[in-house]
């Protein structure tokens, strides 16, 4: 699958999942979006159709890049010590 399909889908599921989560987004909103995919079995069955498509890295990366242009923050630092289980590590956004 083409990389731009692959890209639209994430965008799509980030979409979703940001529509269901109450404001404001704290500074972990990544962490939170994953944490979510785990536990809505929809988002989780989507997210492991397009992990089928491409590696771990690009969902985890394209994911964690499509929070932070639909929320408009910027990124503020990096944590390590992630809840979901998905990522080992996810940047800390907050307002722009």
Do not use: C
């Not at 704290?26 to 988002?43: H, K, S, T, Y």
């Not at 989780?44 to 639909?70: E, F, M, P, W």
Request: no cysteine; hydrophobic share 40%; net charge positive.
């Amino acid at each position: 699958m083409k990389p731009n399909r692959v890209n639209g889908r994430i965008d799509d599921l980030v979409s979703d999942v940001l529509s269901t989560m109450p404001l404001p987004y704290a500074p972990q909103i990544i962490d939170d979006v994953f944490l979510e995919i785990e536990r809505v079995n929809a988002w989780k069955t989507r997210y492991d159709r397009i992990h089928s498509l491409t590696s771990h890295a690009h969902i985890n990366r394209r994911t964690g890049r499509a929070v932070l242009n639909q929320t408009g923050f910027t990124t503020v630092g990096r944590s390590y010590t992630p809840q979901s289980t998905l990522i080992g590590s996810f940047s800390l956004l907050a307002a722009a």
